[in-house]
């Protein structure tokens, strides 16, 4: 009667074995990845408004600049805060010269990069689209 019953013992050698080929598939997949550059954070892996969200700028002293100046400074700015890991891609879309006659001033300290974004926007009379992989300021 003994012989009949058979306990049932987990099996827990192929759970392991999976969880170490897992483990070596993706240390592969990172291997190759820092191989191709691809593993620094950019707006192909984060939506551009969450990525200037998490990027603080230390100071901001416009004065009568165009919105492509104030724009070129922010990139400046935002390659430097993230050692040159996140680029945004600024496009403006300004058909009609809306934004011709239209200048930034402002001075500002400690504040997301979005923020600084929004009240460029603000000043020169435009509104902001987030793209996947680009920010398009335009005319309201």
């Known amino acids: 009667m003994k012989n009949m019953i058979k306990s049932r013992k987990p099996v827990i050698l192929p ?6 080929i897992l483990a070596l598939s993706l240390s592969c997949l990172s291997i190759q990845a820092k191989e191709l550059g691809t593993t620094q954070p950019s707006f192909n892996n984060i939506h ?25 400074i ?12 996140i680029t945004p891609n600024f496009i403006i879309r300004d058909l009609k010269g809306a934004f011709k006659n239209r ?3 402002m001075q500002l300290n400690n504040l997301p990069a979005n923020t600084l974004l929004e009240y460029i926007a603000n000043q020169v009379g435009g509104s902001i689209r987030y ?3 680009a920010i398009v300021i335009s005319p309201r």
Do not use: C, G
């Open 15 to 20: 759970s392991i074995v999976h969880a170490v």
């Open 48 to 72: 551009p408004k969450y990525a200037l969200k998490q990027i603080n700028i230390q100071a901001v002293d416009f004065e009568q600049l165009t919105i492509r100046e104030a724009l070129e």
């Open 74 to 85: 922010l990139t400046i700015k935002i390659e430097h805060q993230t050692n040159k890991k």
């Open 103 to 105: 200048t930034v001033t």
């Open 131 to 133: 793209d996947r992989h």
